[in-house]
Nanobody, 122 residues
């Protein structure tokens, strides 16, 4: 069991950077794979990035590769998403997720945060 709360979203200009954070509570945080997803109005929830339990295996969607970077700090029970060179098409609600399978499918994740809004203007 884990509870997740995202923060760090906001309104920025294209080309700017943001760092999203996900604070987790629970006794077994380090046992979960973690991921970031995003969802824009009228669209399906989209995979952004994932990271394994130990933090040494990472994967990013092609649309954000080279711009976004996922990381985690198991000692602090946090997961972060550093977002650089933001584009208007990155605008979405960003969600933190936890699960037992290292996957890109939102259906495979067991726990979700409430989301944080990221808006990128041109």
């Amino acid at each position: 069991q884990v509870q997740l709360v995202e923060s760090g979203g906001g309104l920025v200009q294209a080309g700017d950077s943001l760092r999203l954070s996900c604070a987790a509570s629970g006794r077994t945080f380090s046992s979960y794979h973690m991921a970031w997803f995003r969802q824009a109005p009228g669209k399906e929830r989209e995979f952004v990035a994932r990271i394994n339990r130990g933090g040494d295996v990472k994967s990013h969607a092609d649309s954000v590769k080279g711009r976004f970077s996922i990381s985690r700090d198991n000692a602090k029970s946090t997961v972060s998403l550093q977002m650089n060179s933001l584009r208007p098409e990155d605008t979405a609600v960003y969600y933190c997720a936890a699960g037992s399978t290292l996957t890109r499918s939102p259906d495979e994740y067991d726990y979700w945060g409430q989301g944080t809004q990221v808006t990128v203007s041109s």
